[in-house]
């Protein structure tokens, strides 16, 4: 079952948590000049229009990126997030957002790569015609992101970021994040891997967090941003998290001024707040 789009969801406040961590860790890999892989299991489109389709449908990220658009006090990590989305539209109108795949091009180097991964086939169409001009740097692959992460680990470099970020839509997803990354820190322990996960009021997620922590890495990092009070029916996400296994040491110091900013620009009522845990092993 392949019912989700990402397009619905494009810009929302979880992918500004999850996009501006993915750019400090890749700003963070190019202060060495060592190349590096990174790694997308579930890619999505690559750019959405948020004027038009899907994304127009609900406007979420008039939620999300739009808060942010014409701030002039954010926090560096924010500010350097918010100029990336902003080289996607010229004109200095909020129009097109780009999806992690596309972070990752902006910051790519000669010799780095990314190795792509979309099962959806309109997405991964999408996504090839977004890749048409970094083919010579970029494998984008129609199969299971999961499986497809152990096809291409340990990376030659030895140095790589690994996104995992699943529509969740299938229960089995939060069960197969935990069995691919103590797969994955088998094959390579020294990568740094990010997961994104919602937060749903689901024993799934309280589960997900517990098995996150215990994963055999040198340290993790949990940063969660909530915007609103859990629903009293109890559906809908009321925020989400970005976990770090192996962050770089520059990371929690960033998101301690980003975290309580997200907080103050996108929450929505007073059950807004953050979580901020880092621990070495
Ligand atoms: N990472 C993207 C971003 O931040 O821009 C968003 C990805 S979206 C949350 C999840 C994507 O995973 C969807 O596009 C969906 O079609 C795709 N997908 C679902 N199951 C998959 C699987 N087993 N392997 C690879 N992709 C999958």
Redesign the pocket.
Known sequence: M?S???AF??GNHA?VL??CI?LSLLDYLNQKDKPWWYV???????C?ELTKGYAAKNAEYETGIARLWERKDLPPALGRYVELVRSFNPDGKLHFY??????ALQTLREEDRLRL????PS?HTLLAENFAEARKKTIIQQ????A?LRSVLPPPPRRALV?I???F??KS?YRTVITALQDALKRFATGIYAV?FPHLQRREIAELTAALKTLPCKSWLHAGLNVQTPSADGFGMHGSSMFILNPPWTLHQALQEVLPYLVESLGQDKGAGYVLEQVEN
């Open positions: 392949l989700y789009r990402h969801h494009a992918d999850k996009h993915e997308d299991t579930h890619a999505g489109a690559g959405y780009p999806g992690s795949p596309l972070v991964f979309e099962l959806h997405d199969t299971d992101g999961f497809g996104l970020d699943p529509p839509e299938d997803d994104w």
